[in-house]
């Protein structure tokens, strides 16, 4: 079997720091494995980090599944790549580094740290036009084997990553849920909301939750928030939703439009990757509407595009990542004005990670779900 690759570089493991650890290890489609590997090594300009929580995203499970846009079809080639440690919504504290990565990042030994899911390769035409999110190569911990990500003991943070110094104070998996919350964050900015919007969100997962926080923050005339759970839907509302449409007792569209005489909604923000919700959105806008789609889905979706073009002009807004959204993600999470303690509902150890993706699957008895190194 081919060895996993637990860091770009090998070398010698950093004064104490045991010489192997334990990491979950994706070897393709449902089979994932935890397993004994070597503790990466850091080499000049990065950092090697003891892991404290990681969440298992959305895309994480579509790619255990095996899902094309992960592994590939007979219309696109595979992007994930096998014996890779998975995970990208992760934190935890610097053990090594030299003075060129503490130079760089403004970080050193002790401190605890989160990295942008992306490490762009600064070259491409995307990254020297400052557009790093959609770099060409497009390397994110957890998929390709030059980036191991964080389901591991430690992992270690390249030369060309974006990291941030966040807060001891919080929970190790409420500061991991930095990622998904920049996320919702960028998909909130690419929405351009206005004061006087009606801003409907699809979906009261860990995504729907940060983007309903981030539109409120926005102070819009109304944040609308759909899903079939009550319970999500509550917390929804100390998100800061003004209004929630449970959409198996209510018809989401005929709402929208009895607030707002008939027009419909402004914007509409998906965040389930569920293929109803695309339909649903372009039904409840508004003509002259925006629509910002951020989920990741599964298969393909159909819709009607004539309700783009000839009956509304939409403006159709694709949002990935979380570009530029990090240090407001963390100054949110700092300041306690979300329901973490709600949010982030199952934390789990590494070995038990298979529950962990279980419960994600399921979608009904858990939120964020996370694993603690």
């Not at 009956?311 to 694709?318: A, C, N, S, V, Y």
Request: aromatic share 8%.
């Amino acid at each position: 079997m081919t060895q996993p690759s637990s860091g770009p570089n090998p070398g010698t493991v950093p004064t104490g720091v045991q010489e192997k650890m334990r990491a979950v290890v994706c070897h393709g489609p449902e089979d994932y494995r935890l397993e004994e590997v070597h503790v990466p090594t850091p080499g000049p300009g990065e950092a090697l980090v003891r892991v404290e929580a990681v969440g298992i995203c959305a895309s994480d499970l579509k790619c255990y599944h095996g899902a094309a846009k992960f592994w590939g079809d007979e219309n696109r080639p595979a992007w994930a790549e096998t014996e890779v440690i998975p995970g990208h919504e992760f934190v935890g504290e610097v053990v090594a580094l030299d003075q060129e990565a503490a130079d760089r990042w403004g970080i050193a030994v002790g401190d605890r740290v989160v990295s942008e899911q992306i490490v762009p390769c600064w070259k491409c035409r995307y990254c020297l036009r400052g557009q790093y999110w959609m770099c060409g190569p497009h390397d994110m911990y957890g998929f390709k084997r030059r980036n191991p990500g964080g389901m591991a003991q430690y992992m270690v943070y390249p030369v060309e990553a974006l990291v941030y110094k966040i807060s001891k104070d919080l929970p190790p998996a409420h500061a991991a849920f930095t990622e998904p919350l920049s996320c919702s964050l960028h998909a909130v900015e690419r929405a351009d909301i206005k004061f006087e919007d009606v801003v409907v969100v699809a979906g009261c997962g860990p995504i729907g939750l940060g983007m309903i926080a981030g539109a409120a923050a926005k102070y819009p005339a109304q944040v609308v928030a759909l899903d079939m759970a009550p319970e999500k839907l509550e917390l929804a509302r100390l998100c800061g939703a003004t209004r929630t449409v449970n959409i198996t007792e209510e018809d989401p569209v005929e709402v929208v439009r009895g607030m707002t005489e008939g027009y419909g909604a402004d914007v509409y923000l998906e965040g389930t990757g569920h293929p109803s919700a695309v339909g649903q959105g372009l039904n409840l806008l508004r003509k002259l509407g925006t629509y910002v789609e951020y989920g990741v889905f599964g298969s393909d979706v159909t819709v009607d595009w004539s309700i783009i073009s000839d009956d509304k002009e939409l403006d159709i807004r694709g949002a990935h990542l979380g570009p530029h959204c990090w240090p407001a993600a963390i100054r949110m999470l700092e300041s306690g004005v979300l329901p973490m303690d709600q949010i982030c509902t199952h934390q789990l150890p590494l070995e038990d990670f298979q529950q962990g993706l279980d419960l994600v699957a399921d979608g009904t008895s858990s939120i964020k779900v996370s694993l603690i190194p």
